[in-house]
């Protein structure tokens, strides 16, 4: 009786699935990590403020960990508000409302920091 060989693929090198990597010296290579380090650096501290889900992320990418979809928040948050649905869009930074009864949406007015509010409240109380 013979005994047949199972098919087992041999472990692929990591660096084949990156192509450049292969026609990179090895100088190149750690300019190459050294500036991408420093550019995901960079890139977390700006989205610090603005994304604070983001720069974990890199954060944390930069750590040596992975990431998936669910540590990134939602684009859209919806609340209900005096029976109207609100929707908070945050690339656009703007807040939606929606009308239960009729479904018309009312015009979407951007989104304030809390110092933006203040500011506004101040010059209307003042007028």
Known sequence: ???TKLNIPKPKDNFESVPFVLDMTQYQLK???KRMWKNLQDLATSMDS???DVANLLDNMMDGNSWNEKDLRE????T???DELVEYD???NTFTSYNADNGQTNKPTIAMTKKEMKQTLAKLWHK
Not at 75 to 78: I, N
């Open 80 to 82: 209900i508000h005096k």
């Open 1 to 3: 009786m013979t005994r």
């Open 31 to 33: 300019v190459f990590i």
């Open 75 to 78: 684009r859209y948050v919806y």
């Open 90 to 92: 945050s690339k656009l």
């Open 50 to 52: 603005a994304r604070p």
